[in-house]
Structure formats: C-alpha cells, structure tokens
T-cell receptor
Framework: GENVEQHPSTLSVQEGDSAVIKCTYS??????FPWYKQELGKGPQLIIDIRSNVGEKKDQRIAVTLNKTAKHFSLHITETQPEDSAVYFCAAPPPGRRALTFGSGTRLQVQP | NAGVTQTPKFQVLKTGQSMTLQCAQD?????MSWYRQDPGMGLRLIHY???????DQGEVPNGYNVSRSTTEDFPLRLLSAAPSQTSVYFC????????????????FGPGTRLTVT
C-alpha cells in the first residue's frame, strides 16, 4: 500500500517568516496530493491540493510543489501569521482504496 | 448543508462494552470513511465505503464493524471495547474529482473522543 512520510514533526517560526513542510510517498501511480490543516479540537480541513499533471499550485500565501520523479511534495507558507499555528497533514491515495493515507503530521507554531 | 456530523462528541467506555459511533453527511457524497487519530501517528484508515451496501477494510480494521445501508449514514461499531481503542475518531465523506481515478477530496466531521478504561 501507500506509505507517506512527513517531516518535520514540529516547526516553530517567527511571524512573517516562511515555513516548509515536506512529504514523500511510495506509490508511483498516485496522482492526487492534498494538504490538510487541523486546528485544536476540530477535524482536518483541506487547504490546498495538487494533481500529478502540474508541478506547483499557489493560493495566496500557501503553495504546494510536486516532484513526481523523486516522489515528494512540499507545503510552503509565506508571511506566516499566528492563525497559521495548527497541525498540518499531507496525504496520498492508497492504491485501490477510495480514501487517503496520511503523513504523521507537523505541528506548526508561529511566534508573534 | 450541515456537512459531516458525528455523535457523540465524547464517550467513556469500560473494557468489554460495545457502542456505535454515528456519522451522517448531507452532501450526497458517494464515499465515506472512518479514521482514528492517535498522537504522533496521523490518521489511520479503519473502514471505508464506496456506496450504499459496499464496505471494505482499511489499515486498522480489527475490533470494528461498519455497514452502509443508506448514502447518508455510515456508523462505526466497537464490538468489545479495549483500552487500545482509546483515540479520536473521524468520519469523512468524499467525492471523485475530475482528473484521475484516485482523486478524492475528503470532508471531515468534528470527531468523537473515545476513552476506554
């Protein structure tokens, strides 16, 4: 099945700095790579995703890049703000299953 | 739309008890899933369903049963609760995006925090 590895597990940045979270996946047939944000006490919420036919996607301060050859994708948050503090998960679809395999999560803390 | 709803929000069980975690969605989504979240382990897939009457196992199915009699509902049953099932449980529904056979955008419920003593 799909194996998704995510790092770092924790990340602390100063407000206004950039943050980068990286994931690798194992199934070369995967073609959909979402990122979720989970705030305390809530369910994960999709913030951005990328399909395998593009290398980068941007939405205001967040962007995702994909390297299919190396089988890794990254989340980039620029000009971080305190409300960006949360746990972020990457994911990829396991072969043959209509669901997702998640990375272990990154706790991002933005220091004001 | 209420989206994905889960009940109860919190539950404490004694070892050996059984219970059902409820999940419902009003978005007419074809696919539904159950995940458990444990510290440092992300979300792990328990069971999923591709439509009414069709379910399949995920990564960690032991100790759990599911059924899907309607498109809207996907209950998760704990047969005989064990302390190892202490976790936060999330239900999700999804639909297939255009652009490939494995593109599924998932919508999560608010979760049920379960403690087994």
């Amino acid at each position: 099945g799909e194996n998704v590895e995510q790092h770092p597990s924790t990340l602390s940045v100063q407000e206004g700095d950039s943050a980068v979270i990286k994931c690798t996946y194992s199934d070369s047939a995967s073609n959909y790579f979402p990122w979720y944000k989970q705030e305390l006490g809530k369910g994960p919420q999709l913030i951005i995703d990328i399909r395998s036919n593009v290398g980068e996607k941007k939405d205001q301060r967040i962007a995702v890049t994909l390297n299919k050859t190396a089988k890794h994708f990254s989340l980039h948050i620029t000009e971080t703000q305190p409300e960006d503090s949360a746990v972020y998960f990457c994911a990829a679809p396991p072969p043959g299953r209509r669901a997702l395999t998640f990375g272990s999560g990154t706790r991002l803390q933005v220091q004001p | 739309n209420a989206g994905v709803t889960q009940t109860p929000k919190f539950q404490v069980l004694k070892t050996g008890q059984s219970m059902t975690l409820q999940c419902a969605q009003d978005m007419n989504h074809e696919y539904m899933s159950w995940y458990r979240q444990d510290p440092g382990m992300g979300l792990r897939l328990i069971h999923y369903s591709v439509g009414a009457g069709i379910t399949d196992q995920g990564e960690v199915p032991n100790g759990y049963n599911v059924s899907r009699s309607t498109t809207e509902d996907f209950p998760l049953r704990l047969l005989s609760a064990a302390p190892s099932q202490t976790s936060v449980y999330f239900c999700a529904s999804s639909y297939r995006l255009a652009g490939g056979p494995s593109s599924y955008e998932q919508y999560f419920g608010p979760g049920t925090r379960l403690t087994v003593t």
